[in-house]
């Protein structure tokens, strides 16, 4: 069985208060068990969270390129020096405020394979997208051409854009219909592959996810950011798996 994995991304929404309050709640909790938890901090705060124990760290995004003039980049190797197990690339925030082509994150989830990372290649459709009934044609493209030339050390991440941060979560069974739509693209290539829901996770609707079919773990924004909550979605995963 696979073990689920519950990945906070805390974007660009904390402050070093704020990580440091995180660690020192996160510390006085029981350890997990029947679930992988990872967080992707931002950069520089990546150097502090590596010794929470039983959390693997991952980058938000990673560069194209492997070294060279690239200001404000960071690459894959940096990660890697830094323990990072996970990097989350193509999160629709990049695609749409710095239009980032599905080539384009196909060649970081390249760099980041290149390294022994795994990387989690997010796709979603927008509201008007799914208002014209092309939600899954359209993901089934994302997916298929932001993963071209990578192997099965990939995590896929379906987030509706309609989903983040507002609140409005996509239904258990829109999940599970679009990760089943996901998984089919992908398993003549690169066979099974873990499909994770991100989209205005709480602690009152993880439950919900953690039991539909073809979830196989979550992607939380918001909610990831202070420990307590955190932690009680993390082990509603681990619970019921
Ligand atoms: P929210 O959980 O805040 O909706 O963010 C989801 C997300 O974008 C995680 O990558």
Redesign the pocket.
């Known amino acids: 069985m696979i073990t689920p994995l519950v990945m906070g991304?805390w974007?660009m929404a904390i402050d070093l208060d704020g990580v440091v309050s995180f660690k020192a709640m996160w510390s006085s909790k029981r350890l997990l068990k029947g679930v992988e938890v990872a967080i992707a901090p931002p950069v520089p705060y990546l150097a502090l969270m590596t010794d929470l124990p039983n959390v693997s760290l991952a980058g938000q995004d990673a560069s194209t390129q492997s070294i060279g003039a690239r200001t404000g980049d960071v690459s894959a190797k940096m990660l890697s020096d830094f323990t990072c197990r996970y990097v989350?690339v193509g999160?629709?925030?990049r695609r749409q405020n710095y239009a980032e082509a599905n080539e384009q994150i196909a060649e970081k989830a390249r760099q980041v394979q290149a390294l022994g990372m795994t990387p989690v290649v997010?796709v979603g459709e927008s509201a008007s997208e799914r208002e014209a009934g092309l939600a899954e044609d359209f993901v089934t493209r994302q997916v298929i051409d932001s993963c071209v030339g990578l192997t099965s050390d990939l995590v896929i991440?379906y987030?509706p854009v309609w989903?983040?941060?507002?609140g409005e979560a996509a239904s258990p069974e829109i999940a599970s219909a679009m990760h089943g739509r996901i998984k089919a693209a992908l398993a003549e290539s690169l066979g099974d592959i873990r499909v994770l829901y991100?989209?205005?996770?709480s602690v009152t609707n993880c439950a919900s996810f953690s039991k539909a079919p073809e979830v196989d773990g979550l992607?939380?924004?918001?909610?990831s950011l202070e420990a307590e909550s955190f932690w009680q979605i993390c082990a509603s995963v681990g619970e019921s798996s």
């Open positions: 991304n974007k989350i999160h629709s925030e997010c991440a987030e989903a983040i941060g507002s991100g989209g205005s996770v992607l939380v924004g918001g909610a």
